[in-house]
């Protein structure tokens, strides 16, 4: 699609990205986040937790982030909620995203307007 885009006069100026939306997926990134906001106490961090309990784990990431995430809550006995996922939104970060497609647009969006 990219080739596409630059040669019917686009070059340089288009990408093009799938991102897969899976929204538990970033909670992952800052362990230290999501031990705060779950009030982890555990003498195992929660990715230890996670595979001793039959997660698998693929990288700094839970294969099925959602399970690990509700599998977390439920070990932690707190409900789901928004409020949670504000929580970690506000203290997020991408700077050590390790996700191909989000890098590729960020890098892209950098290049097109930081110059």
Not at 4 to 16: A, K, L, S
Not at 33 to 59: A, C, K
Not at 82 to 95: G, N, P, R, T, V
């Amino acid at each position: 699609m990219e080739n596409q885009f630059n040669i019917n006069g686009w070059p340089n100026r288009n990408v093009c990205i799938a991102l897969y939306p899976e929204l538990e997926s970033w909670l992952w990134v800052n362990r230290q986040h999501l031990h705060d906001i779950l009030d982890w106490q555990s003498e195992h961090n929660i990715y230890e937790w996670l595979e001793t309990n039959g997660h698998q784990l693929r990288g700094n990431k839970p294969e099925r982030p959602k399970e690990a995430f509700e599998a977390a809550l439920k070990k932690q006995k707190r409900p789901r909620s928004s409020s949670l996922f504000s929580d970690l939104a506000q203290k997020a970060s991408y700077q050590n995203c390790t996700d191909p497609s989000f890098n590729k647009f960020l890098n892209s969006i950098k290049g097109w307007f930081i110059r």
